[in-house]
């Protein structure tokens, strides 16, 4: 898309709503940041960033194909340290690869909403990551997007693409210190799974009481690829709405989105809408809510389009307080014969079986629950590999998370 | 000689959803014995195993239950169990998420998991959900590996043979053994326990001291395990009770 198109649609769409979720108001929040100065690699980072990109899995000393870092606006680690994976900051991917302009603004679109236009007329910044025809590695790409300075309107815009028959890992943590009282992250990624590619991608959620988070991601996959999209937020947020869009385009393509929320405040609206366009697709998507405060909706959309496509949703909530909520929607859209779409749904407490079950193992009420709420949010992520798994599992069992 | 009971039951009357179960119910088990409960369907056999470890929904309408010298008719689930009650349950929940062998470490620190693990031929049951997807016979084995961390001074025992094959009741049997100590001579036995069986096939692996029937809601005839169990078997429950124990 030509910029000048992209800038034309993004001013029509200034004040355009998002479709859902709170409102957030734009011109309360900083739209210049200072820079950060960029340094050669992870490890001379900030502590305070090591640290805050460590509370979200994403552990920057540890091995990985590459890694990037995104203080406030600036991109201050860009580097790839294998070979099949490429990294850099979308402003110079933008400048160096003419081909990107076919991918930049092509899956999500910059007058979806203002949020996406807010980002349109933003200077480019985010990652651009490319798997390379062929090329696998099982070590994840770490990201890190740090959102350090209060009333700040932190855009990225990501474009990862994943050639041909490669293999590509990305963990991204997006997280704040406790000093940035407030703050809005608005990111815009775009994802081209190509023939027979394999991307898993992890995001992990750390942010402050005061900060809103409106993620805008559109997916495609091609024949015979897949994705494994993981998303965690287990800290506190003000609000927070995203509804990633899949496509299966190519036959046998498959989309898995996993979705693991404990809410303790705030309003959170999260989902994934997957659109089954080719023979043979799959897609499943699983979440799983514990809430002991604050508002939770749990989406989730299948479209079938093609004979054939197999769709399966699975939104289950363990509501601990009256002082939550959580309301699932998940939707199956059918709109051809001979689908398989299935769905289950559930909100409740924790099962008075259980909980007796382990105080008769001399549990008290309090650990049983917390052991309970673990286990449930111990979601098993399949694709992913081993050290991937055992970060997420490290996250998502740790002993802050109770029952109240 | 005063006896030391480890469990004295006296006068207990419960009732759930306003039935009542069991009717002034009276029970004594010393220590280092082992009571083996008969009765058919619904006289309140698990009843009693469920009141004595706390579940808390039954209403007691009177009477009281000791453990230990200590009045624990009212105490919480989690206390009796720290005080030494041990319960392998009849249908056991699942609990997503929880590995058996982190179970066993939260259950008991200190237990040897693998060692515990192996006994019970469960060895690669560890490292998956307690009691996900397990069959009938895995269960129970699941509730003795728990039981066998626990160490409870009292266990009970709620038809660990069910659905369980002849080869893992022989096991089953040996950990009931273990954990009621009856490797050591009755003198030194501290550990005392109770079960309830349908067919008795798990007395032939374990040591059960006592015998008692239950009919509605109330023990109506006590004894030596294999006699009643033989009678059971010949003239059913009412009809050993006429024979062995008449009014």
Wanted: proline share 4%; charged share 25%.
């Amino acid at each position: 898309m030509p910029m000048s198109s992209i800038e034309e649609r993004a001013n029509k769409a200034r004040e355009k709503k998002a479709l859902f979720g709170t409102d957030v108001d734009l011109e309360s929040y900083e739209s210049e940041a200072k820079p950060h100065e960029a340094v050669q690699q992870a490890e001379e980072l900030p502590v305070e960033v090591k640290k805050a990109a460590l509370d979200v899995g994403v552990k920057l000393d540890a091995e990985a194909s590459g890694a990037y870092v995104q203080m406030d606006q600036t991109p201050v680690v860009a580097k790839s340290l294998f070979e099949g994976v490429e990294i850099m900051d979308m402003a110079s991917a933008l400048k160096k690869y003419d081909y990107l302009q076919d991918y930049w603004w092509k899956l999500v679109a910059p007058d979806a909403d203002k949020y996406t236009a807010d980002v349109a007329k933003a200077t480019p910044a985010g990652y651009f990551i490319r798997a390379k025809r062929g090329m696998k590695t099982v070590f994840p790409v770490k990201s890190c997007l740090y959102l350090g300075s209060t009333n700040l309107n932190q855009r990225v815009h990501n474009v990862i693409i994943a050639e041909e028959g490669s293999e590509l890992h990305i963990i991204t943590g997006c997280t704040t210190p406790a000093h940035v009282q407030r703050g809005l992250h608005i990111g815009v990624s775009e994802f081209f799974i190509q023939k027979n590619a394999k991307v898993s991608f992890t995001m992990v959620h750390s942010w402050g009481k005061e900060v809103e988070v409106r993620p805008r991601t559109g997916i495609t996959i091609a024949e015979g690829g897949s994705l494994s999209n993981n998303y965690i937020l287990l800290r506190p947020v003000k609000t927070l709405q995203t509804f990633p869009t899949a496509t299966l385009a190519g036959r046998g393509a498959v989309a898995s989105f996993n979705t693991v929320i404990y809410s303790t405040m705030g309003n959170i609206d999260v989902g994934s809408n997957v659109n089954l366009n080719a023979p043979d697709t799959s897609a499943e998507s699983i979440s799983r809510v514990v809430s002991v405060g604050g508002e939770v909706i749990a989406r989730g959309r299948m479209t079938g389009r093609v004979p054939g496509a197999r769709a399966h949703l699975e939104c289950v909530g363990l509501l601990l307080s009256d002082k939550g909520r959580i309301y699932s929607i998940p939707e199956l859209d059918g709109q051809s014969k001979d689908l398989d779409m299935s769905h289950e749904a559930a909100v409740g407490r924790i099962s008075e079986e259980e909980l007796e079950y382990l105080m008769a193992r001399g549990l008290s009420s309090e650990q049983a629950t917390s052991v309970i709420v673990r286990g449930f949010l111990d979601v098993e992520i399949k694709g992913l590999p081993e050290d991937l798994r055992q970060e997420i599992k490290n996250i998502t069992q740790r002993e802050d998370l109770k029952g109240s | 000689m005063e006896v030391m009971w480890l469990l004295e039951i006296v006068d207990l009357s419960v009732s759930i959803g306003g039935k009542q179960v069991l009717k002034n119910f009276n029970l004594r088990i010393g220590s280092g014995e082992t009571h083996a409960l008969f009765g058919p369907n619904g006289t309140g056999k698990t009843t009693l195993l469920n009141v004595i470890a706390g579940i808390p929904r039954y209403t007691i309408e009177g009477g009281r239950i000791v453990f230990k010298g200590e009045d624990i008719t009212h105490m919480s689930m989690d206390e009796r169990a720290r005080l030494g009650i041990g319960m392998a349950f009849q249908r056991p929940p699942a609990i997503r998420g929880l590995k058996l062998k982190d179970l066993i470490k939260i259950i008991n620190p200190n237990a040897d998991a693998p060692a515990i693990l192996k006994m019970m031929d469960f060895t690669g049951f560890g490292d998956r959900d307690v009691n996900r997807g397990f069959s009938g016979g895995e269960v129970k084995r699941s509730e003795m590996v728990q039981l066998l961390a626990q160490q409870p001074d009292f266990v009970m025992l709620d038809e660990p043979d069910s659905g369980v094959d002849l080869e893992n009741i022989k096991l089953i049997g040996e950990a009931i053994n273990a954990l009621t100590q009856k490797d050591q001579r009755p003198s030194l036995r501290t550990k005392s326990g109770i079960i309830i069986t349908h067919f008795g096939h798990i007395l032939e692996y374990m040591k059960a001291d006592k015998a008692h029937v239950m009919l509605n809601g109330s023990i109506v005839c006590s004894g030596n395990p294999r006699e009643i169990l033989e009678q059971i078997k010949k003239s059913g429950y009412e009809g050993c009770v006429a024979c062995l124990c008449p009014a």
